[in-house]
């Protein structure tokens, strides 16, 4: 895998609201699109009590649990970065791969600088939607993960937990290219 000078990382976060400061980051999920099996996710104890409560609802999270079990967020993304930065040697790219990436990168971006001062992923994200979007040739709005499941057929599908939507996105991601980019 080292071999490549591109290493694609699929992210996933759940959250307890829009906007990251406000709201809080509750979990991440991320996996290497070459290979989903190499993984990396936590949860996260929350650093506000606002939310908004249909997040809650559809991630099934608890404030009051992640409280107790979620791991500092310093903590967290000291292990998100550590992770991240064993993928990739010397001349290799570790990328940003999201579906909606900007919320994901919105609330990423933010806790990396706000605990650690710096992000691992540089200053940008690949978005999954937009990759579509240029590559199909369709409208906007058959951006969505269903509309297009229906053009490349993934054997995964989402659920709005962290780990296992990053690995769906992964497959995203590697269908659209093996199927849309990389056509002759």
């Known amino acids: 895998?080292?071999?490549?000078?591109?290493?694609?990382?699929?992210?996933?976060?759940?959250?307890?609201?829009?906007?990251?400061?406000?709201y809080s980051m509750l979990s991440i999920g991320a996996c290497v699109t070459s290979n989903p099996a190499e993984q990396f996710s936590c949860y996260l104890k929350p650093i506000s009590d606002e939310f908004v409560p249909a997040a809650l609802e559809v991630t099934g999270l608890c404030l009051e649990k992640l409280c107790e079990e979620g791991l500092?967020?310093?903590?967290?993304?000291?292990?998100?970065?550590?992770?991240?930065?064993?993928?990739?040697?010397?001349?290799?790219?570790?990328?940003?791969?999201?579906?909606?990436?900007?919320f994901d990168w919105s609330f990423v971006n933010y806790y990396f600088y706000q605990f650690l001062g710096e992000n691992p992923f540089g200053i940008a994200a690949l978005d999954i939607k937009s990759m579509f979007f240029g590559t199909a040739q369709r409208t906007w709005r058959s951006?969505?993960?269903?509309?297009?499941?229906?053009?490349?057929?993934?054997?995964?599908?989402?659920?709005?937990?962290?780990?296992?939507?990053?690995?769906?996105?992964?497959?995203?991601?590697?269908?659209?290219?093996?199927?849309?980019?990389?056509?002759?």
């Open 1 to 22: 895998m080292k071999a490549d000078k591109e290493i694609f990382v699929s992210v996933d976060i759940e959250a307890s609201g829009p906007i990251p400061g406000k």
């Open 72 to 102: 500092e967020p310093s903590e967290a993304m000291a292990q998100f970065k550590a992770w991240v930065e064993s993928l990739a040697d010397a001349g290799q790219t570790v990328v940003f791969v999201g579906f909606n990436a900007s």
């Open 143 to 184: 951006t969505r993960s269903s509309e297009i499941e229906k053009v490349v057929n993934p054997a995964s599908s989402g659920n709005h937990d962290a780990l296992d939507d990053a690995v769906y996105q992964a497959e995203l991601f590697n269908l659209i290219r093996e199927e849309l980019v990389n056509r002759p």
